[in-house]
């Protein structure tokens, strides 16, 4: 990863204690029986995935080759269209009112279907650009793994053995994980900051343009309740660094393509917050429990 004036090992040990803390804290307010609202629509979930994994890509390639981006920047941001499940845009879905039952299940399927769709999307980059990239599903099995699906399982084992002992844990690991998002945010800012004013307009516009464009799709093809309609736009616009990080981490690309993929983290961040922001203001109380 390109290095910034804070030292890396600082950041990884904040990121990965934060997105721990997220991730078990949303588990420790996941109730099980919900999840068989999602059984009887099977429909939306369909949608929702195309919405994520092929949607998104098709409309990053489209938004890039409109801009004539340079190949790299063009790249990094094809390969951050490809890398679907953010752990904390569960967190983001539920605080702006997103279904309770629908956006975990939608975030834990679209989680495991990254370890198969990723190495897929590769294969067929690897012909748009004439390249070899490649990724091991057991790479990405282990990242989403333990950045996600352990600390998610473990809170909501927490919540089913022990629901008054979840209950009363939760509102305090709430506010440390807000804490350590608003710390991580400010400390990602000071080491990539530079990064982000270097990418230049064309680049932050295709950014800025693609997220815009996953929320739309998303919006639009969310289902007829507004709390699922905020879970896809969501789910489908807020991308995964960590595992894009890895692909190019792993095929040793040009720090160009980091550097982008590093832009797009904060700039697509920064799109989604007025969405975000409406969101809140529009969900029922009931449906926000985070």
């Given at each position: ?60 390639l489209v938004?890039?080759?409109a801009l ?52 897929v999307s ?169």
């Amino acid at each position: 990863m390109p290095a910034g004036p804070l030292p890396e090992s600082l950041l990884t040990l904040v990121a990965a204690t934060t997105v721990f803390t997220v991730m078990f804290t949303l588990g420790l307010g996941v109730r099980l029986r919900e999840f068989r609202w999602v059984l009887g629509h099977a429909g939306l979930i369909l949608r929702a995935l195309f919405c994520v994994l092929v949607a998104v890509p098709a409309l990053a390639l489209v938004v890039c080759r409109a801009l004539d981006l340079p190949r790299l920047a063009e790249i990094g941001i094809v390969l951050m269209a490809i890398a679907p499940g953010a752990p904390v845009a569960l967190r983001r879905s539920l605080d702006a009112g997103g279904h309770r039952a629908f956006a975990p299940a939608l975030q834990i399927t679209v989680a495991l279907l990254a370890v198969l769709s990723m190495p897929v999307s590769i294969a067929a980059l690897n012909h748009v650009y004439a390249g070899h990239a490649s990724i091991s599903p057991a790479e990405l099995a282990k990242q989403v793994f333990v950045a996600q699906l352990l600390p998610l399982s473990i809170g909501i084992a927490v919540q089913r053995i022990a629901p008054a002992f979840a209950g009363r844990l939760q509102p305090h690991l709430l506010r440390i994980a807000t804490l350590l998002l608003f710390v991580l945010m400010i400390l990602a800012l000071i080491d990539v900051g530079e990064v982000v004013l270097d990418a230049g307009p064309r680049t932050a516009l295709a950014i800025a343009i693609v997220t815009l464009g996953a929320l739309s799709v998303g919006h639009a093809m969310g289902g007829p309740e507004p709390a699922t309609r905020t879970a896809v736009a969501i789910t489908s616009a807020a991308r995964n660094p960590g595992l894009a990080l890895l692909v190019a981490t792993l095929n040793q690309a040009a720090p160009e393509i980091e550097r982008t993929v590093l832009a797009y983290l904060l700039l697509s961040a920064l799109t989604i917050v007025p969405y975000v922001m409406w969101r809140r203001r529009a969900a029922v109380p009931a449906t926000n429990p985070l």
